[in-house]
């Protein structure tokens, strides 16, 4: 496991081996921020609960996934973004049936929803853009790209 | 002044798919001067007072529209960029005929 933050700290890359399981993956992820006191205890369950009943899955410019569970499992407003080798299935948000393969997640460990407004916008806009997202998948300098676009909303 | 219509977007935790959604429907409506409709977001499971409100559902989640008595549509498209374009104008038909303009 390969692991970058950004210069404000709360954004942390890691870069996974993935093809396991969607469920496998949150719990990696979760333990991740559980041991870094980034997200509360009980927030592996909860992140797979909510998955469970209501996916994160898109399509996107890539395959993206945006986990989250309630906002008490926050301990640090963070961002969790994972690039995996190898894709991960996830189901597709607003569907019952159709899956898409991951090869980013971003697991948002957020607060109020008026301060973030802004971060979420930014994250929508990331996501669709092909450059960007293979930027992120390829290039060593990526934190830096994260530091820029994300760090100030989350200070 | 006529009271304004609501649009109403729906996620599971009524802070993040909401918001990115919140986020594509403003500036739609900013950029073609629809000005008498508020935007409000909320979670699905303390949603039940705000949907007696809603002129219009937007939702990242599967509705069963049945159980609603205003339009639905899939919000998913605006966070994911893929089909943005055909469900912003799906909203937009959905405001016209609301308001009564076609």
């Known amino acids: 496991m390969k692991v970058q933050k950004s210069k404000g700290g709360c954004i942390h890359l890691l870069q996974l081996a993935g093809g396991g399981t969607w469920s496998e993956l949150l719990t990696e992820i979760g333990e991740y921020a559980e041991v870094r006191e980034l997200g509360k205890k009980g927030l592996i369950k909860a992140l797979i609960e909510r998955e469970t009943d209501y996916p994160t899955g898109l399509k996107a410019a890539v395959g993206v996934a945006i986990p989250h569970a309630e906002q008490v499992y926050t301990e640090v407003v963070s961002m969790v973004v994972v690039t995996l080798d190898e894709p991960v299935m996830f189901r597709q948000m607003g569907s019952s049936t159709l899956d898409v393969p991951v090869k980013v997640v971003f697991l948002l460990l957020l607060q109020s929803s008026a301060r973030h407004l802004d971060l979420l916008g930014a994250i929508s806009r990331l996501i669709q853009k092909k450059d960007g997202m293979m930027r992120l998948i390829n290039d060593d300098l990526a934190i830096d790209m994260l530091s820029a676009d994300f760090d100030e909303y989350l200070m | ?102």
């Open chain 2, 1 to 102: 002044m006529k009271e304004k219509r609501t649009l109403l977007i729906m996620c599971a935790m009524g802070y993040a798919t909401s918001t990115m959604i919140k986020k594509a429907i403003s500036d739609y409506l900013n950029l073609h001067n629809i000005d008498n409709w508020k935007i409000e977001t909320t979670a699905l499971n303390m949603s039940r007072e705000l949907v007696g409100h809603a002129d219009l559902i937007v939702s990242s989640l599967e509705l069963a529209a049945d159980e609603y008595q205003v339009p639905i549509v899939n919000g998913v498209p605006l966070i994911s960029g893929i089909g943005q374009e055909e469900i912003l104008k799906e909203i937009h038909e959905h405001i016209r005929r609301i308001d009564g303009l076609v």
